[in-house]
């Protein structure tokens, strides 16, 4: 059984920064990859940043230059660095691990029917 579980949400003002963390529970092959997503009120889940096996990573653009995905090596943790924060970062942020890259997911808004999910944790930026 795996899980995966968020931490370090929060709120904070803008242009602040915050750490969110997704330990995982369980085991994963080390070919997995990982990804953060995130969900606005009223808005669909769109893909943040994305982590390949080979650590390369990807980024929407509206967080580009601010955030930063990095995992630990031995993929117990997955980590989103977010700095600058705007109000429009307000939002439910979500950790997934899978077989599949998430790459093209990112800056969508489309949910990849893959995958394990955590449960979500709220970040709240304000003006």
């Known amino acids: 059984q795996v899980q995966l579980v968020e931490s370090g949400g929060g709120s904070v003002q803008s242009g602040g920064s915050l750490r969110v963390s997704c330990a995982v529970f369980?085991?994963?092959?080390?070919?997995?990859?990982m990804a953060w997503f995130r969900q606005a009120p009223g808005k669909k889940r769109e893909g943040v940043a994305a982590?390949?096996?080979?650590?390369?990573?990807s980024y929407a653009n509206s967080v580009k230059g601010r955030f930063t995905i990095s995992q630990d090596n031995a993929k117990n943790t997955l980590y989103l660095q977010m700095n600058n924060l705007k109000p429009e970062d307000t939002a439910m942020y979500y950790c997934?691990?899978?077989?599949?890259?998430?790459?093209?997911?990112?800056?969508?808004?489309?949910?990849?029917?893959?995958?394990?999910w955590g449960q979500g944790i709220r970040v709240t930026v304000s003006s």
């Open positions: 997934t691990a899978g077989p599949f890259a998430y790459g093209e997911y990112v800056g969508t808004p489309a949910t990849p029917n893959f995958g394990y």
């Open positions: 369980g085991y994963i092959y080390s070919s997995y990859y």
């Open positions: 982590i390949d096996s080979d650590c390369s990573t």
